[in-house]
């Protein structure tokens, strides 16, 4: 029965949006390929998974008016070859035959919420202009690291002007956001954009734009 709930401590929920299944960190990659690779009921659409290099571009599509608010949406699954470093973080297990090549990488899941005004702490003292009607947090979600990962967050327009480049480290997934820590500003996970930001920066017209993601590894 102890050992029970020790496993049961170190397990952490799903990071996937209506998912509330607990998973070992080394389990991630093999439960979403198994049960959110393809269309899943529940989940809002079916995962894009990519595997990456260290200082590779990944270029996403957002349409931050699609993004159903209050959940988390995740746009792709990178699979981060890593540095090099074989300790850096627990071996993905359990993978099938066919993505076993993929047992030393990291899976990296690239995460986006819509938030409305009327979500946030009282306490926040954002709300100076009330034509702002949405915050946008993204944030990278992975198992755990023994040391942090940085990755590079960019912006760019449809005619791929890039607006913003921020870095930002690799979140383990283990714990549920805290809204006022990163509204603060202070936290070294998220990128929180406000509707006006974002539209000025690149989504003028509704047309959506690209999020850049390239993980740059661990600094030395
Ligand atoms: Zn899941």
């Keep these: 029965m102890e050992e ?12 996937l949006a209506n998912c509330q299944v607990r998973l070992d960190h ?3 990659l093999v439960h979403l390929i198994s049960e959110h690779l393809v269309e899943t009921p529940g989940v809002s659409f079916g995962l894009r998974m990519r595997q990456v290099e260290s200082g590779e571009r990944t270029l996403l599509p ?21 540095n090099g470093s074989r ?3 627990m071996p993905q297990c359990r993978l099938p035959l066919s993505y076993r090549s993929l047992t030393g990488h990291l899976p990296v899941l690239v995460m986006v919420r819509r938030i409305p005004w009327p979500a946030l702490p009282s306490s926040s003292t954002l709300h100076e202009d009330n034509k702002m009607r949405y915050l946008y947090v993204l ?4 198992p755990a690291t023994r040391r942090p990962v940085t990755a590079r967050l ?12 921020v870095r930002r480290q690799l979140r383990n997934f283990d714990s549920p956001m805290e809204f006022n820590k990163y509204l603060l500003g202070a936290d ?6 406000s509707e006006r930001q974002l539209q000025q920066m690149c989504c003028q017209n509704d047309s959506g734009c690209f999020l850049e993601v390239v993980i740059l590894g661990v600094p030395n």
């Design 4 to 15: 029970m709930a020790r496993e049961e401590c170190c397990r952490s929920v799903c990071p």
């Design 26 to 28: 080394s389990q991630l």
């Design 62 to 82: 957002l349409a931050p008016q699609q993004l159903i608010v209050g959940q988390d949406h995740c746009l792709c699954l990178l699979n981060w070859a890593g």
């Design 87 to 89: 300790n850096l973080a």
């Design 139 to 142: 944030w990278l979600a992975a």
């Design 154 to 165: 960019g912006f760019l327009n449809r005619e791929l002007h890039c607006s913003l480049r």
């Design 188 to 193: 070294r996970n998220y990128l929180t954009l």
